[in-house]
């Protein structure tokens, strides 16, 4: 399946997925999302904030010590087995290890942490939130840095961490903000 996923590459597809997987690209992206907290939570925009930093650094840190540094699965391109079919662009392949994936993970688990606190608030986010993770999962196995198994299992680890993270942020603020509504 990897290779088949892979092996669809194009020149105008490997700059697309370059640029998908390349983190700064989605700093305009990630901008309009703040102004969506700031424009629902307003002077509690902080408190998302202080959540987003937490869920981050969770699903970052357990995609990488509780599953690459544990598993030791060689990612496709470092896979002595496969490697030499594997399509890499720009000659970039990451560390050694890729299960599971990081972008994934990190991507899903903001998804499901913003369908958590403004799904409900905003008409299409949901879906928008789920085909922009799906798109940036997508593109690890396209540059070959990743089986479709580990985008698979980080996209879970995000899943459940963002929605952890948000059902957290949603008891927290229902509990210690609109209680205290002076606080708003």
């Not at 669809?8 to 969506?36: A, E, Q, V």
């Not at 981050?56 to 087995?81: E, G, M, N, W």
């Amino acid at each position: 399946m990897l290779l088949f996923l892979n092996g669809m590459h194009n020149s105008f597809l490997d700059f697309l997925m370059y640029w998908i997987s390349y983190k700064p690209t989605w700093i305009p992206f990630y901008i309009f999302l703040l102004f969506l907290v700031i424009k629902h939570y307003k002077l509690r925009t902080l408190d998302v904030l202080v959540f987003t930093a937490f869920l981050i650094t969770a699903s970052d840190q357990l995609s990488v010590y509780c599953f690459k540094d544990v598993f030791h699965r060689l990612r496709p391109c470092h896979d002595p087995i496969i490697q030499t079919y594997v399509h890499l662009v720009n000659g970039e392949c990451g560390g050694s290890f890729g299960f599971v994936s990081s972008h994934a993970a990190n991507s899903f688990a903001i998804c499901f942490f913003l369908i958590q606190i403004l799904g409900k608030k905003i008409k299409y986010l949901t879906p928008g939130m789920i085909i922009w993770a799906a798109i940036v999962s997508y593109s690890r196995i396209y540059l070959g840095v990743h089986y479709p198994f580990d985008v698979f299992c980080g996209a879970l680890l995000g899943m459940l961490v963002g929605y952890s993270v948000g059902k957290a942020f949603n008891w927290y603020y229902k509990k210690h903000i609109i209680k205290n509504s002076s606080l708003i």
